[in-house]
């Protein structure tokens, strides 16, 4: 496996983590109200802090996969993150999905794969 593929998958992984995670800190504390008065919980503080390094791991090895491989294949394995979000919030908050976003699911991961393969 190229490691322009390697790196373009972990970014993925990281991206997707830290976007559920920002989901979770939104759905648990009002983040206008804390950025305007200043105060922030504890556990708001280790979440922004979680997605803030997630978020950065993500961009380096974004940016290793580009220097090592083709931009338009390593954006195209960075779309699959929306299908892991999918699949972490289905997982871990029961989220369903109704046949026809399933079927757009399969046909993404298809579609990204005959581009990138």
């Known amino acids: 496996m190229d490691s322009w593929i390697v790196f373009a998958i972990i970014a993925m992984l990281l991206f997707s983590v830290a976007n559920v995670l920002i989901k ?3 759905d648990n504390y009002d983040l206008s109200k804390a950025f305007s008065k200043m105060e922030f919980p504890q556990n708001l503080v280790i979440m922004l802090v979680g997605f803030a390094v997630l ?18 294949p390593v954006t195209a394995l ?11 919030t289905n ?3 029961g989220v369903s999905f ?5 079927a757009a699911m399969i046909l993404a991961v298809v579609s990204v794969a005959l581009f990138v393969l």
Do not use: D, R, Y
């Open 24 to 26: 979770v800190a939104t």
């Open 98 to 102: 109704s046949p026809k976003e399933i």
């Open 55 to 72: 978020a950065l791991l993500g961009f380096f090895a974004f940016l290793t996969a580009i220097k090592t491989g083709k931009l338009a």
């Open 78 to 88: 960075l779309s699959f993150g929306t299908i892991m979000v999918a699949l972490i």
């Open 91 to 93: 997982v871990l908050f």
